[in-house]
T-cell receptor
C-alpha cells in the first residue's frame, strides 16, 4: 500500500541544536515536499524535490536545508534550531496528475 | 503573495444544514485537492480534481481552472464534520501544492 512515513512523529529540540526530520515513501513517486504548519495557518512549502540528489527552495526555505539521497527518502535539516521553528511538519510525495500523498506529520517543539 | 485564498476562515453550521467553502487562485492552477484535518492532526484527502466536479456522500467539490476557483459543498452537516478544511492547488509550472489558510468548521446540534 502506498505510504509516506515520517520520523520522528514528535521531537523536542533545544535552541541552537541540529534537527533532522526524515521522510520515506514507498510510492515510487518522483516529487517530494516538506511543509510546515503553524496554528491557524495553512501548510507552507519549505523545500521540494523533483528527483534524487536535487532539491529546490519552496516559499519559506530560510533556516532549513533539504536532502534527497534517493527517490524514497527526503530529509529536512535544521542546522541551528530556533524557537520560531516550532511547528508541525508534513512531508508529501506525488507524481504528475496524481493526488499527492501526505505523511502523518511531525510535531517539533524547540525550547 | 499568496496564490491560494481560502474563505471563510471560520464557519458555524447547525446539524442538517449546508454551506460552501471556496478557494480563489491568483494564478492558473492545473489541479486542486481538498483535505480535512482529523483529530490526530493528520490530513485526510477528500477530493483531487483536475477539472469539473466530484461528489462523495454529503460532500461535493468543483474546480474551474479558467475562472480560478474551487469550492467544497457540505450538505446535511453532521457533528463529526467539524474540523479544519484545507484546499491545496498545483500551479502549472511545477507540482508543488500551495495551501489555503484553512476553514475551521463547527457543526452544532
Amino acid at each position: 500500500e502506498a505510504a509516506v512515513t515520517q520520523s520522528p512523529r514528535s521531537k523536542v529540540a533545544v535552541t541552537g541544536g541540529k534537527v533532522t526530520l526524515s521522510c520515506h515513501q514507498t510510492n515510487n513517486h518522483d516529487y517530494m515536499y516538506w511543509y510546515r504548519q503553524d496554528t491557524g495557518h495553512g501548510l507552507r512549502l519549505i523545500h521540494y524535490s523533483y528527483v534524487a540528489d536535487s532539491t529546490e527552495k519552496g516559499d519559506i526555505p530560510d533556516g532549513y536545508k533539504a536532502s534527497r539521497p534517493s527517490q524514497e527518502n527526503f530529509s529536512l535539516i535544521l542546522e541551528l534550531a530556533s524557537l520560531s521553528q516550532t511547528a508541525v511538519y508534513f512531508c508529501a510525495s506525488s507524481d504528475p496528475n496524481q493526488a499527492p500523498l501526505f505523511g502523518e506529520g511531525t510535531r517539533l517543539s524547540v525550547l | 503573495g499568496d496564490q491560494v485564498e481560502q474563505s471563510p476562515s471560520a464557519l458555524s453550521l447547525h446539524e442538517g444544514t449546508g454551506s460552501a467553502l471556496r478557494c480563489n487562485f491568483t494564478t492558473t492552477m492545473r489541479a486542486v485537492q481538498w483535505f480535512r484535518k482529523n483529530s490526530r492532526g493528520s490530513l485526510i484527502n477528500l477530493f483531487y480534481l483536475a477539472s469539473g466536479t466530484k461528489e462523495n456522500g454529503r460532500l461535493k467539490s468543483a474546480f474551474d481552472s479558467k475562472e480560478r476557483y474551487s469550492t467544497l459543498h457540505i450538505r446535511d452537516a453532521q457533528l463529526e464534520d467539524s474540523g479544519t478544511y484545507f484546499c491545496a492547488a498545483e500551479a502549472g509550472d511545477n507540482n508543488a501544492p500551495r495551501f489555503g489558510a484553512g476553514t475551521k468548521l463547527s457543526v452544532k446540534p
